[in-house]
């Protein structure tokens, strides 16, 4: 069974970090680009961070660069959102996702992405 499990979410103050994991089974996560994606209440599901297969192509949403980093670990299968300078505007549910993209390639698109996980709950407030 293909799957992507999120954790490490949580409540946290203004300024605060995160660690976001999303460890996959079923499935070799190295193959895939790898997509991290928020969705608040009434609004759509944005991107937030991507990186592709190789590793060689990253990409950040304005919202996030300089305090968000993706990453990934192939031996453990799992890829990471590193958050800090937390704010409120960041509270949302956190997807990762896998994608079948090409090898020096991401995307903040939702539509391009196979696999989802079933999200973790992030809330910047004090």
């Known amino acids: 069974q293909l799957q992507l499990v999120e954790s490490g979410g949580g409540l946290v103050q203004p300024g605060g970090s995160l660690r976001l994991s999303c460890a996959a089974s079923?499935?070799?996560?190295?193959?895939?680009?790898i997509g991290w994606f928020r969705q608040a209440p009434g609004k759509e599901r944005e991107g937030v961070s991507c990186?592709?297969?190789?590793?060689?192509?990253?990409n950040l949403a304005d919202s996030v660069k300089g305090r968000f980093t993706i990453s990934r670990d192939n031996a453990k299968n799992t890829v990471y959102l590193q958050m800090n300078s937390l704010k409120p505007e960041d509270t949302a549910v956190y997807y990762c996702?896998?994608?079948?993209?090409?090898?020096?390639?991401?995307?903040?698109?939702?539509?391009?992405?196979?696999?989802w996980g079933q999200g973790t709950q992030v809330t910047v407030s004090s």
């Open positions: 996702a896998a994608g079948d993209l090409v090898e020096h390639y991401c995307s903040g698109a939702p539509y391009e992405y196979d696999y």
């Open positions: 079923g499935f070799t996560l190295a193959y895939y680009a």
């Open positions: 990186m592709s297969s190789s590793g060689g192509s990253t």
